[in-house]
């Protein structure tokens, strides 16, 4: 069964900083990762899908990594701006031929002006 | 507009009182899913299809039933709620399966009494 681990649960940034968040997974079998943002008590924004053979994916400010033999996938936000606040979430897919997928519970960014 | 669109969005109903969360996509997607997010417990799938009458339980499908005759829509019934079904639930759909991009409704917020 695929975990899917974020750490930090909460971040607290000056604006400007450059940042990482982090999601580990324990099945390394999948075809990609799925970065979300989320704001508070709407649904979920889809921020990049990084397929395993693509190691890195970029989209503006942000930029994905999947590592596949280390379980890892990394969010860099790049210049942080208030406007970025919001939860990021990362999806893995489960394997072995089910079509589930799991979700981490989130790292809550609070960028500060 | 490509969306996927969840009915009612808010909703209040006491135990053991059957209904019925609607959900429907207008991307032609044949993956198709249901979620509950709970504070502290992240995002968990209950219930996915891969196509039309092709349903599968997700990690949290007790309580629920889903059904899916028509490629577009997903629903989601609760034949009799109780107040551990108070939650967040998500919708989402993609192409083809978990190795594709989801994405995801606006959320329904239930509340059962």
């Known amino acids: 069964k695929q975990e899917v681990t974020q750490i930090p649960a909460a971040l607290s940034v000056p604006e400007g900083e450059n940042l990482v968040l982090n999601c580990s997974f324990t099945d390394s079998a999948i075809y990609n990762l799925q970065w979300f943002r989320q704001d508070p008590g709407k649904g979920l924004t889809s921020l990049l899908l990084i397929q395993s053979s693509q190691r890195e994916q970029t989209s503006g400010r942000l930029n994905a990594s999947l590592d596949k033999s280390s379980g890892r996938s990394t969010l860099y936000i790049a210049a942080s701006q208030p406007g970025d606040s919001a939860t990021y979430l990362c999806a893995a897919p489960n394997s072995g031929g089910y079509q589930k997928v799991t979700f981490g519970t989130g790292t809550k960014l609070q960028v500060i002006p | 507009e490509a969306q996927v669109t969840q009915n009612p969005r808010y909703l209040i109903t006491v135990t053991g009182k059957k209904l019925t969360v609607t959900c429907s996509q207008n991307m032609n997607h044949e993956y198709m899913s249901w979620y509950r997010q709970d504070p502290g417990l992240g995002l968990r799938q209950i219930y996915y299809?891969?196509?039309?009458?092709?349903?599968d339980k997700g990690d949290v499908p007790e309580g629920y039933k889903v059904s899916r005759k028509e490629k577009r829509n997903f629903p989601l019934i609760l034949e009799s709620p109780s107040p551990n079904q108070t939650s967040l639930y998500f919708c989402?759909?993609?192409?083809?399966?978990?190795?594709?991009?989801?994405?995801f409704g606006p959320g329904t917020r239930l509340t059962v009494t």
């Open positions: 299809s891969m196509n039309v009458e092709v349903t």
């Open positions: 989402a759909s993609s192409l083809r399966g978990n190795s594709y991009e989801q994405y």
